[in-house]
């Protein structure tokens, strides 16, 4: 079965050997990607047709950005873990699950660390506390509103609840909703947000010399994590709160949650 920490580590080493990734959203060719899914466990005749199907829709010519195809996989495997315990009503489940339930019924689209993932981020998003129970209408509630609504709104009502802050967003935006901190913090942040702990310092810091060449050129790799490690528990409060961001979504509400490397890293 597929691995999503083994997809995107296989995206860092294809980078870290030089490998050709355009754009913010990396943008890479389709034979890259069909070869990094099928590293990543999938069958090779299944990763042929998923890949066919998505690039037919998403794709530009012979490329394709791994961050979309990244959320369009995870969402179709929450849609048909959603569509299988929605069936499962004829039989009767329809009672309340207990979270080793509902891990168990994901770990049936996922591998065992996605689906703890994915589980994880139900309950928060639902704002229930793990030990509770969740019925099958509760998970379908938290699909609609999760990728449905957010991804297809009936009109610019769908988003009330956010006013006028909530808009489409990059993973990147994220970094700068961060209070109290400055523009080159939030540029760490943004790379981390990007490539987690799997690129090297060396990496990151070449990464935010792109953004801000006069401030980080004269960055060592050493001096960026000596800085990572003291506004990291800043970062981590934040996160963990939950709380709302300028943006108006918080962390386990983003529609960047499956793609944001920051939640990867370890202890956060």
Sequence with gaps: MLSFNKLREGLSAYISAGGVVRGPSREIDVKVLKRLVADAGMDRVDAEEYIHNFTQKFAKKDSVSFDRFFKELVRIQCYRAVLALKNDKKDKITTPMQRSEVL???????????????????????????????APSDIGSWYRRAYSQRNHPKSDSACAEHKKTCRNHQTSDCATKFKDLNKSDQTIIEALSKFGKSKNWSGIQEYCAKINKEY????????LEARWNEIRPLVEKQMKTDGQMACGHSCSTCPTRQTCELHDIEDL
């Design 104 to 134: 168990d019924r994901f770990k049936l689209f996922f591998a065992e660390e996605d689906a703890k993932e994915i589980v994880r981020s139900i309950y928060r998003f639902l704002k229930v506390p793990e030990r509770c129970s969740l």
């Design 216 to 223: 980080f050129q004269h960055k060592s790799p050493k001096e």
